[in-house]
């Protein structure tokens, strides 16, 4: 079964308007972490936001907002006011355990598109 | 740079031959990742050093993938008798110690094509 599913393979956006990529994610481990990053043309990753499945508060960074529910296991990402710059992959990524597991467990990401 | 930095940026080579890919990581991070990455997927992991050590290599999808830190910074990893399903980005990431919360920074990559 797939550990993280986003299931937007594409979306188109208007600019300056608000857009949410979705993640939902699945697990046995009470502790895990959940992140998203944000893969422009140029190939590089880029953390965008974290959140752990013990904080209480939703994750936010800026005009990135995380989504977060537990009982559904899903972390959305939400980007207000979108930018053309924001045109990009966006993956989400899961990793759990308290620190025996080290490895990051990815979605097939997001293209994300802004049109002007 | 303050980044993790990879070298080369893309790699061109023939089935059969042996390549190396180098990672540099960010100064004073003891945790280093490897990760491949195919034409319209998500990575997946391939191994994980804290210090010079392995401490999981379970993603290596077989024994031509080997991967070193001898060092403590810089690792290396290798791919013997290459085959043309190894095409692929291969990204390296560090973080500070490896713990669960924390970030990993990644570098730009290594473009791999086996021809």
């Known amino acids: 079964a797939q550990k993280i599913t986003q299931t937007q393979p594409g979306m188109f956006v208007q600019e300056k308007e608000a857009v949410t990529l979705d993640c939902t994610y699945d697990t046995s481990d009470p502790s895990y972490g959940l992140f998203w990053y944000k893969q422009p043309s140029s190939g590089e990753m880029i953390f965008l936001i974290y959140?752990?499945?013990?904080d209480q508060q939703n994750a936010t960074e800026g005009r990135y907002s995380l989504n977060f529910q537990k009982a559904r296991k899903s972390a959305n990402l939400v980007i207000s006011a979108s930018q053309l710059g924001d045109s990009a992959m966006y993956f989400c990524?899961?990793?759990?355990?308290?620190?025996?597991?080290?490895?990051?467990?990815w979605g097939a990401g997001t293209k994300l598109i802004i049109k002007p | 740079g303050a980044g993790v930095s990879q070298t080369p940026s893309n790699k061109v080579t023939e089935k059969g031959k042996y390549v190396e890919l180098r990672c540099d990581p960010i100064s004073g991070h003891t945790a280093l990742y490897w990760y491949r990455q195919s034409l319209g997927q998500g990575p997946e992991f391939l191994i994980y050093?804290?210090?010079?050590?392995?401490?999981?290599d379970s993603g290596l999808p077989n024994d031509r993938f080997f991967a070193v830190r001898p060092e403590g910074s810089v690792s290396t990893l290798k791919i013997q008798r290459t085959e043309r399903g190894d095409s692929a980005v291969y990204l390296c990431?560090?973080?500070?110690?490896?713990?669960?919360?924390?970030?990993?920074?990644f570098g730009p990559g290594t473009r791999l094509l086996v021809l």
């Open positions: 050093f804290q210090g010079t050590g392995a401490a999981d």
């Open positions: 990431a560090s973080s500070p110690e490896g713990i669960v919360r924390e970030t990993q920074y």
């Open positions: 959140q752990g499945s013990y």
């Open positions: 990524a899961m990793r759990e355990g308290l620190g025996s597991n080290y490895q990051l467990i």
